[in-house]
């Protein structure tokens, strides 16, 4: 099987998969086979759900049907919502199997302190071997819905767990160097090694009758996948076994090209801004040298005007910047910690924080 070697999984669920198109109700049939797919993977791997389908169930309790205003397209959100966590909910609890639900917007993924508490609540509900079902936060998120952002939002949760894999369920079964449905002979392509202006040429929107999404939407989450470490399969859903049945045939696979630590450092030291600084003395300098966190005992001064999860700056004597990291308290709490061993924080601030200011995973050298 085509998945096996993979740990931790991100399936994407379309609407037109989970909705009917005509009745705009659950296709229960469907669900019961993709849960029944999970479940054969459950017990060895982390299986992350993005679902989309909410706008399309509570569509029908909505008078105006062409749901051209946002606010249509939130309350319908609002409503679908109950109901899709509700059938995952009953069709997983045949197999015993318990789950959670996420709601979260692409923005959640790029402050850093939500991101950062959102990846923390994904990661604990894994290691308690409950399946997130993620879905965007509609009533609130607009760009998710006026622009099909639920594949790029897959591919951001895949981003911020550190998943090796991001399945893309639709009504498609791969990328084809032409529209499909328009031109006959269109030729599917397997395997993309790089994502370039040939590429993005050949992705068509709007493909789907009931998701706001298309072939666009794919391909711009395979390129976030691809530069974080973490391959991409588009395929058919409409397979009596959704997942246990993908092939090389019948999908298309974008391979990453970076292994997700190098990558994700990459991102830290590129895209972010500096909130603040935090100097440090030899020993941490040492720590910094070999890779690791960075504890309170280590800070000689701290500056800016930072937030737990903003980056900072990492100094060393006066003008030798020697890191980049993600602060795990914020400015004045880690004024009141400098230079205090580890074990005294709870006493000083009151609760359990975390042993380091920065920890190794979220820190990158830079000489």
């Not at 909505?62 to 109950?82: C, F, H, T």
């Not at 059938?87 to 318990?98: G, S, T, V």
């Not at 959640?108 to 409950?130: F, G, M």
Request: aromatic share 6%.
């Amino acid at each position: 099987m085509m998945i096996n070697k993979y740990k931790k999984i991100v399936i994407k669920i379309g609407s037109s998969s989970i909705v009917n198109a005509v009745s705009k109700k659950i296709n229960t049939k469907w669900m019961t086979r993709i849960c029944n797919d999970i479940k054969s993977y459950h017990k060895d791997k982390d299986i992350i759900i993005v679902c989309s389908g909410a706008i399309a169930l509570g569509s029908n309790l909505i008078k105006n049907k062409s749901l051209r205003k946002l606010e249509d397209k939130q309350a319908a959100a609002s409503i679908g919502q109950i109901e899709l966590a509700h059938q995952w909910k009953k069709h997983f609890q045949k197999h015993k199997i318990n789950i959670a639900q996420v709601l979260i917007t692409l923005e959640d993924s790029e402050v850093r302190r939500r991101y950062l508490n959102a990846r923390k609540t994904i990661n604990t509900l894994l290691q308690n071997k409950i399946i997130p079902v993620i879905n965007e936060n509609d009533t609130v998120a607009t760009e998710e819905i006026r622009y099909g952002d639920n594949d790029r939002l897959a591919a951001r949760v895949a981003q911020m767990i550190d998943a090796d894999l991001l399945i893309l369920l639709s009504d498609v079964d791969g990328l084809y160097d032409k529209n499909p449905t328009r031109t006959k002979g269109a030729k599917k392509i397997n395997e993309i090694y790089k994502i370039n202006k040939t590429i993005e040429k050949m992705a068509n929107a709007q493909t789907s009758k009931l998701g706001s999404g298309g072939m666009v939407t794919k391909i711009a989450a395979a390129k976030i996948c691809m530069n974080n470490g973490c391959n991409t399969i588009i395929t058919h859903s409409e397979k009596i076994q959704p997942l246990s049945s993908i092939s090389k045939e019948n999908s298309s696979v974008f391979y990453a090209t970076k292994n997700p630590s190098s990558s994700r450092k990459q991102w830290l030291v590129n895209h972010l801004h500096s909130s603040g600084f935090i100097r440090i003395d030899e020993g941490a300098l040492n720590a910094v040298k070999n890779n690791k966190s960075l504890l309170p005992a280590g800070i000689t001064e701290v500056g800016g005007s930072f937030n737990r999860g903003d980056v900072i700056s990492v100094y060393f004597k006066k003008k030798d910047k020697v890191a980049i990291g993600i602060s795990a308290y914020d400015i004045n709490e880690a004024k009141k910690i400098i230079g205090k061993k580890s074990k005294e924080i709870p006493n000083i601030l009151g609760y359990e924080g975390r042993d380091e200011i920065i920890h190794k995973d979220d820190l990158v050298k830079i000489f």
